[in-house]
């Protein structure tokens, strides 16, 4: 009985004796970068034909990495920067609405400071990418040569063009409202900055596919024009900023993209130069970080109070374990 008594005390003790929570107080500093990136869209922001690359997305010189490792250091003093890189090689703009709408992202949406939208490519480019291999037969191993003798066949290789061309239409006034429904969706689930990147035109210097480069241009200005106008709404209102790739690269695609390897993905120096155009407008924002400072004049209040429950209960455990020790004392007498 005696030993239960005293186990039953003690823990008493112990609870009286833990310190007690204390406040804190939460404050908000401004930054001039994110904190918090999340990157979303095709194989251009995942940086696929980077040396490098790999599906984690992570290991290459991608401009969203530049970018993580650039405010990284920048806010090492305020917990760092983190970057969520949800880019699928591939989509369209209608797959990254599907991925949202089912909810892969609503996490790292609800999470974000800044969301870096890279879409619309795969919508027309892909067409011409699917032409190149369907109709051209173009093949990884394929050269400049090969390409020049497929395409002596003026009159048949105009028609196949005019049959991409139309399609290229059709999938540009989808896109205008697909690229509506995905920033609704986004700005539903974050409260985070938007940015669409627009799309460059690899073909705006690359002679050797001249025949190829009217249709580029004139497919990539329209679908650059939608991603512009759509980034306020009929009040004026910004929706998204937009970071204005396509002028960046404007006459130099041949030296930023991998076209000489017919790969219209960009290269280092090109992933580097998107970097500094979305840094740019990123900048134009301010962010915030929360920093949690203990209440220090509360928690001292709290410590006299717990050393002083601490001393009355040890008291009492005292006179208790004392009286407990006298009857089992007389007990045995």
Do not use: W
């Amino acid at each position: 009985m005696f030993k239960r008594l005293t186990a039953f005390l003690t823990a008493t003790v112990m609870m009286c004796a833990a310190p007690l929570a204390c406040s804190a107080e939460v404050i908000e500093h401004e930054v001039s970068v994110p904190p918090k990136m999340l990157v979303l869209g095709d194989s251009i922001a995942a940086g696929y034909g980077l040396e490098g690359y790999s599906k984690d997305r992570y290991s290459c010189a991608s401009y969203a990495n530049l970018l993580h490792d650039q405010y990284d250091a920048e806010l090492k003093d305020c917990g760092g920067c983190t970057l969520v890189n949800s880019a699928v090689v591939g989509d369209t703009s209608q797959q990254l609405l599907d991925h949202i709408n089912a909810g892969e992202f609503d996490a790292d949406l609800a999470d974000s400071d800044a969301v870096i939208i890279s879409i619309g490519g795969n919508d027309i480019l892909g067409l011409f990418i699917d032409f190149l291999m369907n109709d051209l037969g173009v093949t990884p191993e394929s050269t400049m040569s090969d390409v020049m003798d497929k395409t002596k066949d003026i009159i048949g290789i105009a028609m196949d063009m005019k049959d991409m061309s139309d399609d290229m239409d059709k999938a540009l006034k989808n896109f205008t409202s697909t690229l509506d429904d995905i920033i609704n969706a986004v700005k539903a689930k974050s409260k985070g900055e938007i940015i669409v990147q627009t799309l460059y035109d690899p073909l705006d210097n690359f002679t050797a596919a001249a025949v190829f480069q009217s249709i580029s241009k004139d497919k990539i200005s329209r679908l650059n024009n939608i991603i512009k106008e759509r980034s306020t709404d009929e009040k004026d209102n910004e929706r998204y900023i937009v970071a204005d790739v396509f002028s960046e690269f404007s006459g130099h695609g041949k030296e930023l993209t991998n076209i000489n390897d017919f790969d219209i993905h960009p290269n280092k120096k090109g992933h580097a130069l998107i970097a500094s155009c979305i840094d740019k407008v990123l900048r134009t924002k301010t962010y915030t970080y929360e920093e949690v400072v203990p209440d220090s004049s509360e928690n001292d209040e709290k410590g006299k109070n717990s050393i002083l429950m601490t001393a009355t209960a040890t008291g009492g455990l005292i006179v208790v374990i004392a009286a407990a020790t006298l009857i089992r004392h007389r007990k045995k007498g």
